[in-house]
């Protein structure tokens, strides 16, 4: 199943909003009727991060600027208003059909 | 706390074979499959499969079905990855990940160069 995350690259101010879209070629419900879209975030030079689950269950310790969205095969990761620390890059992953399959990544500079 | 340490960087020539290690603590190793990633240099995150912890039973992703070999020792909690006859196109950092990949190893760098 192929993901398609645009733009692949953002450029946003300290302080202003910043949103990642993620589609997917088909519906991402899986077998327990969940939708399994993940987002991650990636800081350079470090491990992916989880900071979603079922496409809009927030992770402990992610901040509530963070939010996501979404339904069936078309998905949104907002941040509402971008610190610093939130650079690097942002994937989103099906787990709805095997194989799981990434997005491209968008890469968010501040 | 749930921790999973991965190997040391290893180098290696081309075709050659490789095995790397995840170490896991902190939760029931045979509970939960175990995935593993691969991200080539500048590149985005790949897929690589996973292997069931309780059955050591692997599904391996099409593009790394053949040289890539998955296996657990349960008496140690441990995953490991073998990738035979490398190529230079192997270079990359390979990640072991919980079943939900809530939990992510620090990556292990394989550098495949004559």
């Known amino acids: 199943v192929v993901m398609t995350q645009s733009p692949l690259s953002l450029s946003v101010p300290l302080g202003q909003p910043a949103s990642i879209s993620c589609r997917s070629a088909?519906?991402?419900?899986?077998?327990?009727?969940?939708?399994?879209l993940t987002w991650f975030h990636q800081r350079p030079g470090q491990s992916p991060r989880r900071l979603f689950y079922k496409f809009s269950n927030r992770d402990s310790g992610v901040p509530d600027r963070f939010s996501a969205r979404g339904s069936d095969s078309d998905f949104t990761l907002k941040i509402s208003r971008v610190e610093a620390e939130d650079v690097g890059v942002y994937y989103c992953m099906q787990g709805a059909h095997w194989p799981f399959t990434f997005g491209q990544g968008t890469k968010l500079e501040v | 706390q749930v921790h999973l340490v991965q190997s040391a960087s290893e180098v290696e020539r081309p075709g050659a074979s490789v095995k790397i290690f995840c170490e896991t603590s902190g939760y029931s190793f045979t509970g939960h499959t175990l995935n593993w990633v691969r991200q080539a240099p500048g590149q985005g995150l790949e897929w690589m499969g996973l292997?069931?912890?309780?059955?050591?039973?692997?599904t391996y992703g099409p593009a790394f079905s053949g040289r890539t070999v998955f296996s657990v020792d349960t008496s140690v909690a441990t995953a490991y990855l073998q990738i035979l006859n490398l190529r230079v196109d192997d270079s990359a950092v390979y990640y072991c990940?919980?079943?939900?990949?809530?939990?992510w190893g620090d990556g292990t760098v394989v550098t495949v160069s004559s």
């Open positions: 990940a919980t079943a939900s990949f809530d939990h």
């Open positions: 088909r519906s991402l419900v899986d077998t327990n009727g969940d939708i399994s």
């Open positions: 292997i069931n912890t309780n059955t050591g039973n692997p």
